[in-house]
């Protein structure tokens, strides 16, 4: 491997800014590692390389130039984000020779903070937390090439464990940031709603589907999320992020006075290997001196409200595919469209009604505890075989998305999110740890995860893919 590839993001921009490195430096080493791994894992499927070469020699060489945050960093776009004259295929045959014109909000603002795309991260077949799809097929664990990246950003975690990238976006609306971070051995921060425009294709006031950064530690989590974050009047629920930056907040970071774990949240079995590792994790908080308690707001409800907002979501966004392409579609996709639409009013302001109280059982958690903290993903990464699992720990499940319930119902609270690597399963697999910070607490939960990050002593290892 290249040794260009084992360096941090931050340590490639100070490199790019000091003019050690050139972005088609960076370009070529990534280039090398893709053709090195990508027959194994298939976590990029969707590459332009030669576009991004002609971007890094073009990239402002001056000092006095803009550079922005990344300083020409190449990085990875997920395939549901546009890349102007890119394929955008959603994972799904419909749009198979789908190219943009145009970049959308998102990664106009990467790219105007100096990133430079270079390939397409695989997804699901328009949603769901295993990557695979008709177009492209599915994506491959580096650290066991039998086992799901996760999704819907799997494409991105893999190739950030596979280090084929520094830095790469993701997007989230039941986990889809979070699940494959874990899976995968990085970190992925679901940011609260607004810090990160979004694009047009997604109602403006919807406040579950976010986008936000993927890395392969905190540091560099939050260098990505400076270069995402922009207040825009695109985004109705846009708010500015703190002032200097998520880096600079890192700098002030404190311990968490006291922090609130649940192995479940109350809901529903969980793996109990899963349970152990992150247990003894939340532990390693009372050294910085944290009080860790049993605690947790009560999500009752939060299941089932959230099944119905989502499939409210996909019959908005998705619906008009449902006359015409039914028989192209991911069954799984079909049935939560087809849910959406045979919703009641009923059962709309029922599953809002629980979402609200929700919200201010969180908020009333928050007024005591600094951070709630549980496992990112009730299983450790199963069989790429598996569509889905049916079961947890002896417990039947019924839909494709139950066993995603630990982060799902974070979405619903509207707080920020983050997933770290806490440790490995007995087989060697990744476990995440999902650190929750209180409403628009993004630059705490930052801070308390570098810490936390820097008493696990996780690091990824070179991983063979």
Not at 101 to 115: E, K, P
Not at 323 to 345: C, F, M, S, V, Y
Request: aromatic share 6%; hydrophobic share 45%; with cysteine.
């Amino acid at each position: 491997m290249n040794d260009l590839c084992l360096l941090s993001a931050r340590d490639a921009v100070r490199r790019l800014r000091r003019r050690d490195l050139s972005p088609l430096d960076l370009v070529e080493a990534a280039a090398a590692r893709i053709e090195e791994v990508e027959p194994r894992i298939n976590a990029l499927p969707i590459r332009f390389l030669e576009v991004a070469r002609d971007e890094a020699r073009r990239f402002p060489r001056e000092p006095r130039e803009h550079q922005g945050w990344l300083a020409g960093l190449p990085i990875a776009v997920k395939d549901y984000n546009d890349v102007a004259g890119q394929l955008t295929t959603y994972g799904s045959p419909i749009y198979a020779n789908h190219r943009a014109a145009t970049d959308d909000r998102t990664i106009a603002t990467l790219r105007s903070n100096g990133a430079i795309p270079l390939a397409k991260s695989n997804v699901p077949e328009f949603a769901g937390s295993h990557t695979f799809n008709p177009i492209w097929g599915v994506t491959r664990n580096p650290w066991n090439l039998g086992r799901t990246a996760g999704g819907s950003s799997g494409g991105a975690a893999a190739a950030l464990a596979a280090r084929e990238v520094w830095l790469a976006n993701g997007s989230c609306l039941g986990g889809s940031l979070r699940i494959p971070a874990s899976f995968c051995g990085i970190v992925g921060l679901r940011p609260s709603p607004g810090l990160v425009p979004r694009g047009d294709g997604l109602p403006a006031f919807d406040s579950l589907w976010v986008d936000g950064p993927m890395a392969r530690d905190v540091p560099d989590l939050a260098l990505m999320l400076d270069a995402m974050a922009l207040v825009t009047p695109h985004d109705p629920l846009s708010r500015p992020g703190p002032a200097g930056g998520f880096q600079a907040a890192l700098d002030a970071a404190c311990p968490p006075r006291r922090v609130g774990f649940s192995p479940d949240l109350g809901l529903r079995r969980i793996d109990p290997e899963v349970a152990e590792i992150c247990a003894a994790a939340a532990l390693r908080f009372t050294a910085m001196g944290s009080a860790v308690e049993d605690a947790a707001p009560d999500f009752s409800g939060a299941i089932d409200s959230f099944q119905v907002l989502r499939a409210l979501l996909f019959a908005d966004v998705r619906g008009a595919l449902l006359p015409a392409e039914r028989h192209r579609l991911n069954p799984d996709i079909a049935w939560n469209i087809e849910k959406g639409q045979r919703l009641t009013a009923a059962e709309i302001i029922a599953a809002m009604q629980d979402r609200h109280a929700l919200f201010h059982r969180v908020a009333r958690f928050f007024e005591d505890h600094d951070l709630l903290v549980c496992p990112t993903v009730a299983v450790p990464p199963f069989p790429v075989e598996q569509r889905f699992p049916t079961e947890i720990a002896g417990e039947t499940l019924t839909t494709y998305i139950d066993w995603m319930f630990l982060t799902f119902v974070i979405t619903l609270t509207g707080c920020p999110a983050v997933s770290l690597p806490c440790g490995l399963t007995k087989e060697g697999m990744p476990v995440g740890l999902q650190l929750v910070g209180p409403p628009h607490g993004d630059a705490g939960l930052l801070g308390a995860a570098a810490l936390m990050e820097q008493a696990l002593g996780f690091r990824l290892p070179v991983l063979p893919a």
